[in-house]
C-alpha cells in the first residue's frame, strides 16, 4: 500500500509493521519515526463484521476534521501527530506520523507480577505514576481530555510515561467517543446495565478515576473489582462486569481477594482511604500528588516483606497462612516442596520427569544446583530457556547458551523483537526472516516467516506460531525434526490489540492461548490445534464471565506456559485448585475441579507434568503433588 507524507509517497509494508490495534495498524518508517495508518472498512480485520465497517468509515470521516484542528500545545510526554498521512491527491487523511519510542512497553505489563519479579520495583513504579500525573495535568491545563484513557495507550521507558492514541483524545468540538471497560467512569454509564458502557462525556474527573484504576492494579496486582464477589443472599448477585456500576470492589466483606494479589494493608492509610472513596463513595478530582510523593516501599529486615507503611503489617498482624513444613498432606493430597527462594524463579523445564530450573538471587542468576549462570540485574527484556543443564539467554540481538562444561555459545537473532525457544532436543530461533535451528552438521532453515512479527513455540513433536501484520493473519506448524512450513492453519476469526500470547504442547496437540482488547473489552480464547494443521476446538470468552478461560485469563501473563497439557486434556491452577480442561466433539469443557488442591495453588501458579504427579512452581518454591 502506497501513502502521501508531505506530497511524497511510502511504501508501507508488513514487514515493517511494529503494533496492530482495533482501529488502525502502525508501521516503522525510519528515521525515528512511526506510521499510524488508520483501518479502512475494507480492512481485512472488518471483513463480515458491518457494524465494524460502519464504525471504520465513520471515524475517518470524523478524522478529515479532527487531526487539521489538532492543537500544538501538548506536553513533551504525550505523543502527538507531526504530519498528516494522505491518499495521492492530498485531500484524504488515511493516518499520520509521530515519533518512535524505542525500547519501550505498555504500562499494561506492570501489572503483571512476572514482569515485575524479573526487576522492576513497587518504588520505579511510584516513579511512572509520577510522571504521568505531571502529563494529566498539563494536558487538562490546555482543556484537554484524555477519555479512552487506559494501559494500552501508555508507554513506559525507564521511569518516563508516554501518552499514545491521542487522535482519540477529547478537545473543542471534537467529543471521545471511545471507552475501555475497565477503565470507564460508572458515574458516566447507566447504572442499571450489566456492565459500564458509555452514555455521558468523558470529563477530567474520569480521567483521574481511571489514573486511580492504573495505580491500584499497579501496586497489588489486583484491579479495584477484582476478586470473586460471592454474596449470602443469592438475590444480591450480580454479573461481574457490572461490579463498578454498584460500587462492590476488593473491599467489600464478601469479595474474595484473589490469592496472587499482594495485600492491600501494605499500603499507607491515607492512600487506602482514597481509593475506598474514589471506588465506593464516588469521589472525584485530582488525584492528590502527595500520595504519590509520600509513597515508600521499604523491605523489612524481619520477614523480608516489602511494604509502603511506617510498621510492617505481616509482622504486626502475623503472618499469612503457608506451608510451612517439608510435607504437608491435605485431604488426598500431599505435597512436597522442593525448593523455596528469597530471590523469583524465573524458567522451569522437565525433560524425562525431571524438573529444572533457573533463579535470580542477590545479582545473580542461579541454576536449581545453585551454580551461577551469569551475574548483573535483572531486566524484563531478558528471556530465558532451559534445555538440561545447558541455559538459553535471549536479549538484544543475540541468544547465548550457557554450559557448565562447554564454551559460550551464540547465535544472532532479530534485534528489534528476540523470538526463540526450546525443546529438549535442539534451540529454536527466527533471525532474519527464518525459522531455524540447530543442528549436528550446522544450523537448520525450517522456513521463511514475518521478521519481528512472528511469535512462535515448540512442543517435543512439532512447533505452533503465528504473525499479524496490516492485512496478514498466518498461522502455521512445523515439524521440530525436519524442513517445512504448513502456513494453512485457520484459527478463528479474531482482532483489535493482542495482549499476551503462549502457548503449552502434548505430543499431539498445541493449546494457544491469546488475551486481546476488542472494542474497549478485553477478550480470551483458546484454540487447540493438531500437529497436522487443523483445528479440532476452541473456545472465547470477554473478561468477567463465569467461565474457567475467563478465570484463567485472569491469572496473566507468565514467561512460559503456565499449564499442563496431557494427551487431550489440559490442567491449571486457580485460586479454587487445579481444573481439568477436555476436548470433546469440537468444545473445550472444564469437566472437573480437584478442590483438595486448593490450599497448594493459585491463579498464578505454574504446573508441570511429572512421573505420578504434578511439579507445582511459584515465584519462590518448587512442590511436588501427588494424590
Not at 467512569?185 to 442499571?192: A, E, F, M, T, V
Not at 551475574?375 to 535471549?394: V, Y
Request: aromatic share 12%; hydrophobic share 35%; glycine share 8%.
Amino acid at each position: 500500500m502506497e501513502v502521501y507524507i508531505n506530497g511524497k509517497p511510502i511504501r508501507v509494508k508488513p514487514q515493517n509493521a511494529i503494533g496492530k490495534g482495533g482501529e488502525a495498524d502502525v508501521f516503522d518508517i525510519g528515521k525515528g519515526k512511526v506510521l499510524k495508518l488508520f483501518k479502512s472498512p475494507h480492512h481485512a480485520d472488518y471483513q463480515g463484521l458491518p457494524q465494524e465497517q460502519q464504525a471504520a468509515e465513520q471515524r475517518l470521516k470524523i478524522h478529515q476534521h479532527k487531526l487539521r484542528a489538532f492543537p500544538s500545545n501538548l506536553p513533551q510526554r504525550a505523543i502527538a501527530p507531526t504530519d498528516l498521512a494522505t491518499d495521492k491527491s492530498g485531500n484524504k487523511i488515511v493516518g499520520y506520523t509521530m515519533p518512535l519510542i524505542q525500547g519501550a512497553e505498555v504500562l499494561l505489563k506492570y501489572r503483571e507480577r512476572s514482569f515485575r519479579q524479573a526487576g522492576v520495583s513497587h518504588q520505579t513504579v511510584v516513579q511512572i505514576f509520577q510522571d504521568l500525573h505531571h502529563t494529566v495535568d498539563k494536558l487538562h491545563f490546555a482543556g484537554i481530555v484524555i477519555g479512552d484513557f487506559n494501559d494500552l495507550n501508555v508507554l513506559v521507558k525507564g521511569t518516563e510515561a508516554y501518552l499514545i492514541d491521542t487522535d482519540s483524545f477529547q478537545f473543542a468540538n471534537f467529543p471521545c467517543q471511545l471507552f475501555t471497560t475497565r477503565f470507564v467512569d460508572p458515574l458516566l454509564c447507566n447504572s442499571q446495565g450489566s456492565q459500564p458502557i458509555l452514555h455521558l462525556q468523558h470529563n477530567h474527573n474520569s480521567d483521574w478515576y481511571a489514573f486511580a484504576i492504573m495505580l491500584l492494579q499497579n501496586l497489588l496486582f489486583v484491579d479495584p473489582y477484582g476478586g470473586v464477589y460471592k454474596p449470602q443472599q443469592k438475590s444480591q448477585k450480580i454479573p461481574h462486569a457490572a461490579r463498578p456500576l454498584h460500587r462492590i470492589t476488593i473491599f467489600h466483606p464478601e469479595v474474595r481477594y484473589p490469592k496472587p494479589a499482594i495485600p492491600y494493608k501494605v499500603l499507607p492509610d491515607e492512600l487506602l482511604q482514597y481509593f475506598h472513596q474514589v471506588f465506593e463513595q464516588d469521589l472525584r478530582g485530582e488525584f492528590p500528588p502527595q500520595l504519590l510523593d509520600n509513597l515508600h516501599w521499604t523491605e523489612c529486615i524481619n520477614c523480608g516483606k516489602e511494604h509502603a507503611r511506617p510498621t510492617c503489617p505481616y509482622c504486626h498482624q502475623g503472618a499469612p497462612t503457608a506451608i510451612k513444613s517439608i510435607t504437608v498432606v491435605r485431604d488426598k493430597v500431599t505435597a512436597t516442596r522442593l525448593f523455596n527462594t528469597e530471590g523469583v524463579i524465573l524458567c522451569t523445564a522437565v525433560e524425562q520427569g525431571k524438573l529444572y530450573w533457573l533463579y535470580y538471587h542477590r545479582g545473580q542468576f542461579h541454576r536449581e544446583d545453585s551454580s551461577v549462570v551469569l551475574q548483573g540485574e535483572s531486566n524484563p527484556d531478558l528471556q530465558w530457556r532451559i534445555q538440561g543443564k545447558t541455559t538459553f539467554l535471549g536479549y538484544q540481538g543475540q541468544v547465548i547458551g550457557f554450559h557448565p562444561y562447554k564454551p559460550l555459545s551464540r547465535r544472532a537473532v532479530d534485534r528489534i523483537k528476540v523470538v526463540f525457544d526450546t525443546n529438549q532436543s535442539n534451540c529454536y530461533w527466527i533471525n532474519h526472516g527464518y525459522l531455524n535451528h540447530d543442528g549436528n552438521l550446522g544450523d537448520v532453515c525450517i522456513g521463511k516467516v514475518l521478521p519481528a512479527q512472528t511469535q512462535f513455540w515448540v512442543g517435543t513433536n512439532f512447533g505452533f506460531g503465528f504473525y499479524r501484520a496490516g492485512n496478514l493473519n498466518i498461522a502455521f506448524v512445523f515439524d521440530v525434526r525436519k524442513p517445512g512450513i504448513n502456513d494453512r492453519v485457520k484459527l478463528p476469526h479474531w482482532q483489535g490489540q493482542l495482549i499476551h500470547a503462549h502457548c503449552s504442547f502434548s505430543p499431539d496437540y498445541a493449546w494457544l492461548f491469546l488475551t486481546n482488547q476488542e472494542q474497549g473489552k478485553i477478550c480470551y480464547r483458546c484454540v487447540v490445534v493438531k500437529s497436522d494443521g487443523s483445528v479440532i476446538a476452541s473456545s472465547q470468552v470477554n473478561e468477567g464471565e463465569e467461565h474457567w478461560l475467563a478465570v484463567l485469563g485472569k491469572g496473566g501473563a507468565a514467561n512460559q506456559s503456565p499449564y499442563c497439557v496431557v494427551n487431550n486434556f489440559l490442567l491449571a491452577a486457580t485460586d479454587e485448585g487445579i481444573i481439568r480442561i477436555e476436548i470433546q466433539q469440537g468444545k473445550l469443557l472444564q469437566t472437573k475441579v480437584f478442590a483438595d488442591t486448593e490450599p497448594f495453588v493459585d491463579g498464578s501458579s505454574r504446573l508441570l507434568a511429572a512421573p505420578q504427579g504434578l511439579y507445582l512452581v511459584s515465584s519462590q518454591e518448587v512442590y511436588f503433588l501427588k494424590k
